[in-house]
């Protein structure tokens, strides 16, 4: 059908948000045109790779040209859904809730944290970075209402299932799990883990055994 969206390859479809960032700094520059050679170098990517994703999406560039700073912009803007805001529900204003809703995306994209949750009742009621915090409770209810599909959780293991079950019934389609607990979902339930010690621990063991040449 000619409305059902492209299908690239996973890989790809990560790190087109790193391009679109990448290129709006650019913009922002004065910039107008850049090279795959100048994309591989800010982006940390190889410059094949960088061809071999934006071919999936037609000729974007001309050989000996580049690509043009401005249509690229517009062109993932359009491709990431960035003229339209994505409302999202964080679950748990501990530390490193707090955090988010106090830097929330906005100011890098259109995703904003639209409500958040937790069961501490000396923050319920309040809003923190303008982002009002409900009782857990409250949970599905006020997730429908406001229409929201992804959710952010920063609770503590234990519950983490229990609230993913809940998350799934307000009919949540996408989850950034920042919780250690590997949580179990549907196929048609999109969900990303971030385990923050996991990385942690990558990263020494990468500098100890990969050093890099100076």
Do not use: C, W
Not at 8 to 20: F, M, N, S
Request: no cysteine; proline share 5%; glycine share 6%.
């Amino acid at each position: 059908m000619a409305n059902e969206p492209m299908k690239i390859p996973q890989a790809t479809a990560k790190r087109l948000p790193l391009y679109y960032r990448f290129l709006k700094n650019l913009h922002s520059s004065g910039k107008q045109r850049v090279s795959s050679a100048e994309l591989s170098e800010s982006v940390k990517v190889d410059s094949a790779t960088i061809r071999r994703d934006f071919s999936y999406f037609g000729a974007l560039g001309k050989k000996g040209y580049g690509y043009n700073v401005n249509y690229l912009l517009t062109f993932f803007r359009k491709t990431l859904d960035q003229d339209e805001l994505t409302k999202v529900a964080l679950v748990g204003v501990g530390n490193l809730g707090t955090a988010f809703l106090n830097y929330n995306f906005l100011k890098n994209n259109n995703t904003k944290i639209e409500v958040a949750f937790d069961v501490d009742e000396n923050k319920v009621g309040t809003k923190i970075g303008d982002v009002p915090v409900f009782y857990m409770e409250e949970l599905e209810k006020v997730i429908e209402e406001n229409d929201i599909q992804v959710a952010i959780l920063t609770v503590p293991a234990p519950p983490a299932q229990g609230i993913t079950d809940r998350l799934m019934k307000a009919n949540i389609k996408g989850i950034l799990n920042f919780t250690p607990a590997r949580l179990s979902v549907p196929s048609s339930i999109r969900i990303h883990h971030i385990d923050l010690a996991v990385e942690l621990q990558s990263l020494v063991y990468f500098i100890k055994n990969y050093p890099v040449e100076k």
